[in-house]
């Protein structure tokens, strides 16, 4: 089974409604994160939880908020989509300390497209 | 202007040659240098991690960076087919947070 698991993996939803992405990992690991990639600009940082109780943004938060369940599950959601919001969205995992903590363990992905 | 800037190809090369791929930033601070290897359809998976400036081998593959120049390359030998996918770089700054800058990717392809 995949360390880390993310559901659904696409989905199509029209402008204004509300969707949750879904991210789970098996790794252990404190440190989740949400990326967000677009053709041209890489992968760009939404929001990053290093505990259950501590959630930071990161580079592009606006229009999304997310949910630290347990450590294992950390969703994200869209309060009300919008078509640039149509993207490959991605949930990542590392450990906290030492030179191990740069790598980051990514799931395989949620294809979203907001029409 | 980006943070780090990345040719994103797409780069096409015969079995067997040498690629070479590279990233330049402008951030003196980032101290933690990063390859990732992504498929089609799949998630990036770290390939090669960097301290600092230097070299760094693994097989088939050698990091670079040059810290002074703020250019960082990647180089595949005998590359295969099954090296075709898109290439990241992302760095890092020293600290806790543990946050990645990634570039935009280069896509790469190698023809039988």
């Known amino acids: 089974d995949a360390d880390v698991t993310q559901t659904p993996r696409n989905r199509i939803t029209k402008t204004g409604k509300r969707i949750m992405l879904e991210c789970s990992q098996t790794?252990?690991?404190?440190?989740m994160y949400w990326y967000r990639q677009d053709p041209g600009l890489g992968l760009r940082l939404i929001y990053y939880s290093f505990d259950v109780k501590d959630i930071n943004k990161g580079e592009i938060s606006d229009g999304y908020s997310v949910s630290r369940q347990a450590q294992a599950k950390f969703s994200l959601s869209l309060e009300s989509a919008i078509p640039n919001q149509t993207a490959l969205y991605f949930c990542a995992t590392s450990e906290p300390t030492g030179t191990s903590g740069y790598e980051q363990y990514f799931g395989p992905g949620t294809r979203l497209t907001v029409t | 202007q980006k943070e780090v800037e990345q040719d994103p190809g797409p780069l096409s090369v015969p079995e067997g040659a040498i690629v070479s791929l590279n990233c330049t930033y402008s951030n003196s601070a980032f101290q933690y240098f990063m390859w990732y290897r992504q498929y089609s359809r799949k998630g990036p998976e770290l390939l090669m991690y960097?301290?600092?400036?230097g070299n760094k081998e693994d097989g088939r593959f050698t990091a670079q960076v040059d810290k002074s120049s703020k250019y960082i390359s990647l180089f595949i030998r005998d590359s295969q087919p099954s090296d075709s996918a898109t290439y990241l770089c992302a760095m890092s700054l020293s600290g806790s947070a543990r946050q990645l800058t990634f570039g935009s990717g280069t896509q790469l392809t190698v023809l039988p």
């Open positions: 790794k252990g690991h404190d440190r």
């Open positions: 960097t301290y600092s400036s």
